[in-house]
């Protein structure tokens, strides 16, 4: 009857030890979660706040501005125009390939 008793608390130590190690990893588990989470929130918030300077820098206006000043660039005109024209070589005809 003592081993028996032995034995059964032996097995509610091992249980409560083993209830207590669970409960402290869902904790840390669920503080990493939270964690993750509040990143995830900022990250987004981040995204957002570039995806906004993005289109900001890319209106048609800035980039006109842009083109102007920094690369001395000019609106196209039909005085400064220039035409390429394409000459394609004569290939003499060959026998087609077998």
């Given amino acids: 009857m003592i081993r028996l ?4 608390l ?3 130590i091992a249980s409560a030890f ?4 669970t409960q402290y ?3 840390r588990l669920y503080a990493a979660l939270d964690k993750a989470q509040a990143q995830s929130r900022k990250l987004d ?3 957002e706040q570039l995806q906004v300077q993005k289109r900001a820098q890319a209106t048609p206006a800035r980039v006109q501005q842009l083109a102007t000043r920094q690369l001395q660039m ?4 039909p005085g400064v125009t220039q035409y390429v024209t394409v000459f394609e070589p004569s290939v003499p ?3 087609p390939f077998r």
């Fill in 5 to 8: 008793n032995l034995v059964l």
């Fill in 10 to 12: 032996l097995a509610v």
């Fill in 18 to 21: 083993y209830l207590v190690h």
């Fill in 25 to 27: 990893e869902s904790r």
């Fill in 45 to 47: 918030a981040e995204h």
């Fill in 74 to 77: 000019r609106p196209v005109t």
């Fill in 93 to 95: 005809a060959e026998a």
